[in-house]
């Protein structure tokens, strides 16, 4: 039998039954438009249907991922390469899905930090344009956990190498680390917001100094909890879990020291600026805002720096 597509096999397979695809639909508890959208190759079935299925046209999973029948004069060598091929092109497919859902939730926490600003600025609606912010990173945060809760059950349901779904299973723990960290650094950013009376906006300059600061803070506290995390999770192997902590004990002296340093500061600062130069409280707070900002940027290159000299005698260590 020449190769079809999986969507041509389906069809092939429910006529060959005699079956309409209201026929179909109602044997499977799905729609007739379901069937009819996985015959002419709009989506897949789900792999958690592909049982049911299987026993529905009297062929089995493998043949139906391959989209024709299993000539039982192949080797079975070759059958379950090409099993295996397709259950990757699959986890491929799952990957490809969980991303999308991730460049989403990137999308919406730009636009929750965007239209605050322009709420702020605009229609001095700095309360207004904080909740509005904050309902689209609850969304944001939504739509790549059901994305990677979603992946993660169809993977379990599905015998794939336990390798291959280990290395899944990290893949999806560090999409949601990376966007809780994205949204908690715009939660940061809006933050300052909400401090704010209502039916007045942020001045520009606040809301970018105090964003930053907050955006900061929220990262920061955010990526050592991630790094927390993920070192302690079984989806990593001991070598990457090694590096991992290393990573957590440069954080925390990298900033623990600018964070010092940024305190000695504002002390002294505040004190000469209060008792000899006679500055303004807002000039004060300002002078001590943007050093403090400052000092916590320039020690961001020295981790990296150290993380690099790391990797480079440990290059094994790296995550996958």
Known sequence: MAKTTIGEFLAILRKSKGYTQQDAADRLGVSNKTVSSWETGASSPDISMLPAIAELYGVTCDELLRGERI????????TEQKREKALSHLLARYKNNVSIAAMVSYGLAVLAALLTLILAFAAFQSRLGFFIGLILLAASLFVTLIACRRAAFLVSQDEFEAEAAEQFFAYLFRIRGRVCIACAAAFGF????????AHWGLSINSSFLYGTIGAA???????????????????FTENERKFLRYRLFIFFLTYGIAILIAFV????????????????????????????????LAATPFYFAKRKKYLAAHPRDEKR
């Open 217 to 235: 803070v929220a990262f920061a506290g955010t990526g050592f909890i991630y790094l927390l995390l993920k070192s302690k999770s079984t989806h």
């Open 71 to 78: 000539s039982p004069a192949e080797p079975p060598q070759a």
């Open 265 to 296: 500061f504002n002390v002294i600062w505040l004190y000469i600026a209060s008792t000899t130069l006679q500055q303004s409280d807002n000039t004060m707070s300002i002078v001590s805002v943007t050093v403090t900002v400052f000092i916590l």
């Open 190 to 197: 809006i933050f300052p917001h909400v401090f704010v009376p």
